[in-house]
């Protein structure tokens, strides 16, 4: 099984990668040339048993390239294919994300001569044809996170740390402070607050996981996300199994 995860920016790709290592038993596989199928510059790839995964950051929230370029991969089925394609975006708002879907499916529609239809939280079998004339049938999987409710990846997370025993004050005071510093930024010259901070949304949504971490486990602030998302403990959390349940397809069968 060939399975790659598309996300939008570098710390969602570093959270998944910690949440799939301690899940399932993933383990980072160092670049190599001879590796074929991996063309991703701002990818990992990571193995498990027979199954290997890539989970490659976009830099944005435009799928659409790097679904072309998966299709590429297979339609040349020169030694490597991937049978499961998962999409993993921030849910920035109900009309942004069927936007984002409907480019997607527009994408793969045109790519295997087909209606492709989106549907969230499953997994969907669609046939491609490859250059040799052959089928290779891909299942897509695509989840917007929160799955109820806007946010981010990060505002996810946030929310299952915050369901734990003593962390609701601190995470909640962390949502807090980040949502005052925006409202207040905008009353304060160049010379008191930086308007570069904060000033997208996308790093205002991330933001209070951020200042939670810093909080919680200040000796490591200067350290990098990895170190600290090595100290969250996955299993713990329901509403994430929850939500990331399609993935269950990597469980080893006893």
Not at 50 to 67: C, T, W
Not at 70 to 76: D, G
């Amino acid at each position: 099984m060939n399975v790659i995860i598309l996300c939008e920016g570098e710390t969602d790709q570093i959270i998944l990668s910690e949440y799939f290592c301690h899940m399932y038993g993933f383990h980072y596989l160092r670049p190599n040339k001879r590796d074929k199928g991996f063309q991703w510059p701002t990818g990992c790839r990571y193995i498990h048993d027979d199954v290997s995964l890539d989970i490659v950051y976009v830099g944005g929230n435009q799928f659409s390239e790097f679904i072309e370029n998966i299709l590429t991969i297979n339609r040349m089925n020169s030694g490597f294919s991937y049978s499961h394609v998962a999409v993993i975006s921030d849910h920035d708002s109900d009309k942004e994300i069927q936007e984002r879907w409907h480019n997607i499916a527009e994408t793969i529609s045109t790519a295997c001569h087909c209606d492709f239809q989106i549907a969230e939280n499953h997994w969907i079998e669609q046939v491609q044809q490859s250059d040799f004339d052959e089928s290779i049938a891909v299942q897509y999987l695509f989840l917007s996170i929160p799955l109820e409710g806007d946010g981010a990846l990060e505002t996810f997370l946030l929310n299952a740390i915050e369901n734990e025993p003593g962390n609701v004050f601190l995470s909640q005071q962390s949502k807090q402070f980040v949502k005052d510093m925006i409202e207040k930024k905008t009353t304060l010259s160049a010379e008191e607050c930086n308007p570069k901070y904060l000033a997208k949304r996308r790093t205002q949504i991330k933001a209070p996981l951020a200042v939670f971490f810093a909080l919680a486990w200040p000796d490591r602030a200067f350290a990098d996300a990895k170190a600290l998302l090595q100290k969250v403990p996955w299993a713990k959390y329901e509403q994430i199994q929850t939500s990331f349940r399609a993935f269950e397809i990597f469980k080893v069968d006893q």
